[in-house]
């Protein structure tokens, strides 16, 4: 919907929206159930805002409205756009019913014309979700991300016979601050950092562009806080535990702030992957595709990583939580559990940083290699021609966003 120089903060500002939408509503959630109908007042509630999202997402977003050709010619700055009359124009109050009519009209149920669609660009998506890069970062994110749900679903079934519905949905307090901050400074600083190193000449020393050595940190930062999160959890609700039952003197707001480490360390790990894709799509892609391609195979990584982590974290919500208190004290299962994935999630960080701090850049341009190779973004020619899947030889020479 946007042009690639208007992406950043709309994307930034989709990322906190997101994550403040999914652990804020647990802090209302729980005072709803209180009610004669229990828990199920919830669902309803959450299907009222569907009512209104499914006709926004058909009707609201100009997707479809577009004419995305991969084939227009380069437009200079001085010259007139002859995709102008089919961009979204200001809505004028008199023409308002005509234009919503004519919008409606010719919308379609796809986005742009190419001819017969080849089997390469059928497989595109598919393919992005088992590039080098996707099941890397997957591997260094997914066991964070997915204990934080894990966990976080198992307090209901440990603290329900003690506690009320309104208590345990406050819990979420601490993933929702934690995790709403780490997306804000992440996602927000990279875009004001010129103007607040202008004012503030003492943070000069931070590098606006995203490099190896703020990736590294970030990476060791996120792994070592999910580790405290993760850990800390367990032991703690393991000392909660007295002759099968959770004693009434468990520390909750620290519970709460044990989980919004963890929280925190999970999104630090999830926020750094789209920079990490970035750089390898930009590295992968030659001139003539620059721009359209790499910004589909950026998208379409984002997303794979994204579903491989809710696929892991649907299977830890099933096989992680117990089914009572009682369980819990016959061999400690949650302490062990949460000893476990810490343990774990060590090794992994240790591995990914040793790796990457033994191979460098040797190591980057092998993982950029075979992601150009499963992606199909190799040149087959010097001047960076590809032979498409009709046999004949050109690629993508332009691109709907060459007007940005």
């Not at 652990?23 to 209104?52: A, D, N, Y």
């Not at 010619?73 to 109050?93: F, H, T, V």
């Not at 970035?278 to 994204?306: C, I, P």
Request: with cysteine; aromatic share 10%.
């Amino acid at each position: 919907m946007f042009f690639e120089h208007e992406r950043s903060l709309r994307v930034s500002i989709y990322t906190i929206v997101a994550i403040t939408t999914t652990w804020g509503p647990p802090l209302l959630g729980g005072v709803t159930s209180r009610g004669p109908t229990g828990f199920e007042l919830q669902f309803t509630i959450l299907s009222c805002f569907l009512v209104l999202a499914v006709p926004a997402i058909a009707l609201g977003v100009p997707e479809t409205a577009y004419d995305r050709t991969y084939t227009l010619p380069r437009i200079d700055e001085a010259s007139e756009s002859p995709y102008k009359a089919s961009m979204c124009q200001g809505i004028r109050r008199d023409r308002i019913l005509d234009i919503i009519t004519d919008y409606i009209v010719k919308m379609k149920p796809y986005s742009y014309t190419r001819g017969s669609a080849d089997l390469v660009t059928l497989l595109q998506a598919s393919r992005a979700f088992i590039a080098p890069t996707t099941l890397i970062l997957l591997f260094m994110s997914f066991l964070p991300y997915s204990s934080l749900w894990a966990l976080s679903s198992s307090l209901s079934l440990v603290l329900s016979p003690n506690h009320s519905s309104t208590t345990i949905g406050t819990l979420m307090t601490g993933p929702w601050l934690f995790a709403t901050a780490t997306a804000a400074i992440f996602t927000l600083l990279p875009l004001f950092l010129p103007q607040l190193q202008l004012q503030f000449p003492f943070l000069a020393f931070i590098p606006q562009q995203i490099n190896k050595k703020i990736t590294t940190a970030a990476i060791t930062t996120g792994s070592l806080i999910a580790f405290i999160g993760i850990l800390g959890f367990g032991l703690h609700i393991d000392a909660g535990i007295r002759s099968d039952k959770i004693s009434d003197t468990l520390n909750l707001p620290a519970l709460s702030f044990i989980l919004g480490l963890l929280a925190a360390g999970s999104y630090i790990m999830d926020i750094v992957s789209r920079p990490l894709i970035r750089s390898v799509t930009t590295a992968s892609t030659s001139n003539n595709q620059k721009v359209a391609t790499r910004n589909e195979n950026e998208n379409d990584m984002v997303a794979g990583v994204t579903c491989w982590k809710t696929l892991f974290a649907g299977i830890l919500v099933i096989a992680v939580p117990p089914s009572s208190a009682a369980s819990l004290s016959e061999g400690h299962g949650l302490r062990d559990v949460s000893i476990g994935f810490a343990v774990v999630q060590v090794v992994i960080g240790a591995v990914v940083m040793g790796v990457w701090w033994f191979y460098g850049e040797a190591g980057e341009a092998v993982v950029k290699k075979w992601d150009a190779r499963v992606l199909k973004l190799e040149d087959d020619g010097p001047s960076g021609a590809t032979v498409n899947g009709n046999g004949t030889v050109g690629g993508r020479e332009g691109s709907f966003f060459d007007t940005d």
